[in-house]
Antibody, heavy 126, light 106 residues
Framework: QVQLVESGGGLGKPGGSLRLSCAAS????????MSWVRQTPGKALEWVSF????????YYRKSVEGRFTVSRDNAKNSLYLQMNNLRTEDTAVYYC???????????????????WGQGTLVTVSS | EIVLTQSPSTLSLSPGERATLSCRAS??????LAWYQQRPGQAPRLLIY???HRATGISPRFRGSGSGTDFTLTISSLEPEDFALYFC????????FGQGTKVEIK
């Protein structure tokens, strides 16, 4: 069965960095686009980033663009999120998610989020 | 950006009752809407996609309906495990979520 296991969360300082990892199993990892979705302390869900099957295309929500970098290692069935210049508003549970995709004008976007990891908590505080 | 507004924020019901949750989009979105359930301490779980299609393994007591700007998730007869948080989501160009409806035991 599909399993997604996140790690790397913890306490980070404003302006600091953290790197999240997601180990995937139970499916052919390099056949799927992947996303990160976060849930704030107030329970709001926010899509964070999206990466293509080979990793050559990435997208981010505006508030993290330029600070976060999503990547993947298909040989290791792993997804990563490098989080730099952390802000207090980045505090959230971060989920690794496998989504369906839809093509619009030749560009692929995440559609619906089918499989979720258990999440890893990131707390940004001084 | 399309905004999804869910109502009510909290629904207090007893087991066996019917639950009706609403999600309204700020612009017409055809049937491009999903519903998720999140039980305490767990990740969200996809229930409904394309407004009315149940995801694999989802009980028939969950029914999604609507199109355009107004959508509804109906739980026909609440089981104890259905008391949870529910979110709607639109794919748009970039996904957006509603703020959630908590279904709690009355």
């Amino acid at each position: 069965q599909v399993q997604l296991v996140e790690s790397g969360g913890g306490l980070g300082k404003p302006g600091g960095s953290l790197r999240l990892s997601c180990a995937a199993s139970g499916f052919t990892f390099n056949d799927y686009y992947m996303s990160w979705v976060r849930q704030t302390p107030g329970k709001a869900l926010e899509w964070v980033s999206f990466i293509s099957k080979k990793g050559e295309t990435t997208y981010y929500r505006k508030s993290v663009e330029g600070r976060f970098t999503v990547s993947r290692d298909n040989a290791k069935n792993s997804l990563y999120l490098q989080m730099n210049n952390l802000r207090t508003e980045d505090t959230a549970v971060y989920y690794c998610v496998r989504a369906t995709v839809i093509a619009v004008d030749g560009v692929f976007y995440p559609e619906y989020f089918y499989y979720w990891g258990q999440g890893t908590l990131v707390t940004v505080s001084s | 950006e399309i905004v999804l507004t869910q109502s009510p924020s909290t629904l207090s019901l007893s087991p066996g009752e019917r639950a009706t949750l609403s999600c309204r989009a700020s612009q017409t979105i055809s049937t491009s809407l999903a519903w998720y359930q999140q039980r305490p301490g767990q990740a969200p779980r996809l229930l409904i996609y394309d407004a009315s299609h149940r995801a694999t393994g989802i009980s028939p007591r969950f029914r999604g309906s609507g199109s355009g700007t107004d959508f509804t998730l109906t739980i026909s007869s609440l089981e104890p495990e259905d008391f949870a948080l529910y979110f709607c989501q639109h794919r748009s160009n970039w996904p957006t979520f509603g703020q959630g409806t908590k279904v709690e035991i009355k």
